[in-house]
């Protein structure tokens, strides 16, 4: 998607070896005219499916998966991080490692908003070590529904996330790939999308 | 605002004498349309302010601020309730402490994007005791900025979040204000759009 690529470009921040910054649009300030061209992109990349859910995760997540789901005209659900004392019953849970953040967190989505019917999208901010869309697969597995595919912003392309996906038999669409760092700039590979 | 105050009375489940979850088109499962609605309401009664910048806090505000910003064509930015290691200069910062998940979080906003021009409009999910709300007209106020009103989807009326905000000198605006639990149920106050 070269809007989105154009954007890294002019706006992110590339920070040490391989942390890309893009709190400027994305995952701090965001910016509703990008998250919308996103919808669609990625809309018209699933439209065939029957998607009948969008899921994403806390917090960063939440700004694209909600343009998909608008374009989709789906409900959108977040999987939570943190324990709630509202979320009582019916919890379907994975654990997923933080690389960024250095923390294993219990991922949770309550079991009545899915079920074995459901066709899933999954979209989410970034994909590097493929951790928070495994988890989010192994939920959605439980829930007997079906993953259709998984829409990524931003992949970190030379981490492993998206060969484990793919091993799994999830298809993976990623509108920006970065394929290394190089003197405090990025390549991109080719994009899916 | 009669479609929210009609989809909590269908959709919202009430536990114990004071919590009410609306995690079926609010807070985990998220409905597009009705979040359009809201941001439609909340544009109309703060147009005329000059708003630059609409600010919630992660991760069930993004939603509705997302679409208030759209309206008002300005950024939202998300505050963030959690450390994380790409988030290192230039940090504002409050402490609140959250009643519902009785931990005390340090809410942070990186400085770059308020300024002392800026005319913030705060939205969130749920106004209780007004810890949250208090914590980001903190971070706006060390920006310097200003803030031009805060948005509430629901008002627990009965606790005192929006006599402390208003007591601070902040208009507050509600578009559903729960004036008690009752017998399972609960009963509105008139809302103020």
Known sequence: MKLLEDR????????????LKVDSFLTHQVDFKLMTEIGKVFAKTFESLGITKVVTIEASGIAPALYVAQELDVPMIFAKKHKNITMTEGILTAEVYSFTKQVTSTVSIASKFLSQNDKVLIIDDFLANGQAAKGLIDIINQAGASVEGVGIVIEKSFQDGRSLLENSGVKVTSLARIKNFENGSLNFLEADA
Do not use: M
């Open 8 to 19: 890294i470009l002019k706006d992110g921040n590339i920070l040490g070896d391989n942390i």
